[in-house]
Structures are given as C-alpha cells and as structure tokens.
C-alpha cells in the first residue's frame, strides 16, 4: 500500500521530496490495521505537504510537533468533525514517533484563529492599480493573476499552485470560467470587475504553462510574488487568504445562496463564514423572513 501510494493533493515534484520523510514516519508509527494505516498514510502525506508548503525542515523535531498538528486542523478547510480525525490520527503518530515534540501532550482546547478583515474598497482599488502598473511585464502579469483570481474567484495560494493556464476558459462576453484543480478542485466564475486582470495574467501563456511561478514544488507560491513586486508608500499587505476573505465577503452581501458560495469556495464547513459574519454590512426589512421580497 505505501508502495503503490500517490497523493492526489501533491504535486509529483514536491511528493518526490517529501516521500522518504513521509515514508520514515510512517514506518517509526508502525501501524498494524490496514485501514487504520490508509486513513493515516493519507492525512500524514497532507501534513507533511502542508509543512513543507510553509517551509519547514524535513525532520522529526521541526514538523512532528503538537503545535503544528494544531495549527493543521485549525487551518484545513473541512467540517469539525473531519479536523477532529486529523487531530486525533496526527496527534497519535507524533506521540509515538516523536514524543518530545513541543506543545501540550494531552488534548487541549486551542483557540480558533479567526479570518481577517476583508479589504474595504479603496483598499482593493489600490491593490489592484499596484498589479496594473508593475515596472516588470513578468511580475506585473503574476500580479494580476494573484489579485484577480484571489478578489475576483476566491482562490488561495493552495488553489494557484497547481493552476495552470488551460484551467482558465474565457467565453468572451459570457465571462471567465475557473476549472481549480488541487485538493479542493471545483468551477469557480470570476466576478466581471476582475476579469481583465485575470486575462492579463494568462496572455501569452501556453495550455500547460504554470500561471504563478515555473516550478512544480513551490511553497507560498503567492507570497514569493508579493515579496518581488514593486509597492511603495502606504500600500496594503498583499495577502491571498484575505483577498479571497474580500471574495467571500462579497458573495455573502449580494444575497447569493449559502450552497453556492460554499461550493464555489471549496468549503465544507461554515466555520469561516461564521467568522466573517461580524464584519459584514448587512442591511434588510426583518419582513424577508415571511418571504416577502
């Protein structure tokens, strides 16, 4: 089974890095149920990943720490009682394998890290003029990409990883349709405000080119992008996860059904619509509750 195992979420360029690790560990765990040993093959591959994506080490005391399989499941984008089973099943492995690592040894209570604000308008308005006016055609075209397909599609630097330039359809007048490959593969339409930035950022780009980046192992692909693009005076932090908080926040203030946003979102928990609630301007007749329009 470990053999034969190939991760759906990974590229084969980063699983071929991590393999050996994932694979040490999993052996050090010596698991004796098969099915037991699938469902922990499977969300230690995803740990791992999602380490490595952050930039930490391959080794036991730098990934194989309570604190991190905390930060995981408070971060995975899955229902409770999922994020509870990766809780449970990493938690178990570090335990065992690596029983020093730091952070609580008993199950604890760890306080949920709350979304941040989205951006107000003017904010989004400067973010999208600094993409437009990149002094590099290259970065500029990235750029654009981030920012268009982050404000206008909802997508994450999990999302753009894999995204290659024949996942994006534009229909023209019809709109831009994105096929999001990945662990959360959905179709995504881009709002009509952000349209032209994303078809900037796939001008030129052949079917199977890479819209962030060249290659396929990359961590924070969206973070490297910020860090190289031009920005001066008071700009606002390019981050991908709150522009795509901006996206969501959108959807949930036009009145667009919960199903839609959650599905287009890749969400299977509302968890994060939860956390926007207190941030979002909703005004309406209390009489909508009878159905009234």
């Given at each position: ?53 952050l930039g930490h080490p391959l ?53 949920h890290r709350a979304v941040k ?177």
């Amino acid at each position: 089974m470990v053999d034969s195992y190939e991760p759906r979420f990974v590229d084969a360029e980063q699983w071929a890095r991590i393999r050996p690790f994932v694979v040490e560990v999993f052996a050090r765990y010596q698991p004796t149920a098969n099915e037991s040993a699938r469902q922990r093959l499977i969300t230690l591959s995803m740990f791992i990943a999602w380490c490595d994506d952050l930039g930490h080490p391959l080794t036991l005391d730098a990934m194989l720490t309570y604190d991190l399989v905390e930060a995981f499941a408070d971060a995975a984008q899955v229902s409770s009682h999922t994020a509870a089973s990766y809780r449970s099943r990493l938690r178990g492995i570090v335990f065992k394998v690596n029983p020093g690592g730091k952070g609580p040894t008993a199950s604890v209570a760890v306080a949920h890290r709350a979304v941040k604000p989205p951006h107000t308008p003017r904010e989004v308005a400067a973010m999208v003029r600094i993409a437009r006016t990149q002094p590099s055609r290259a970065i500029g075209r990235q750029l654009c990409a981030c920012v268009g397909l982050g404000f206008g599609a909802g997508l994450d630097s999990v999302d753009l990883k894999p995204l290659l330039a024949r996942h994006i359809h534009d229909e023209g007048p019809d709109g831009i349709r994105i096929e999001v490959p990945g662990p959360r593969p959905r179709t995504v339409w881009v709002m009509a405000a952000f349209e032209d930035l994303v078809r900037i950022a796939v001008d030129g780009l052949a079917p199977d080119d890479r819209v962030i980046g060249k290659v396929a192992g990359r961590r924070n692909v969206a973070g490297k992008i910020f860090e190289n693009a031009h920005i001066l005076g008071d700009a606002p932090a390019f981050e991908q996860s709150r522009m795509r908080t901006t996206w969501l926040a959108g959807l949930l203030t036009s009145g667009v059904p919960l199903p839609i946003i959650m599905q287009a979102a890749g969400l299977t928990s509302a968890r994060t619509i939860t956390d926007l609630l207190p941030y979002l301007d909703i005004a309406g007749d209390a009489r909508l509750l009878r159905g009234e329009r």
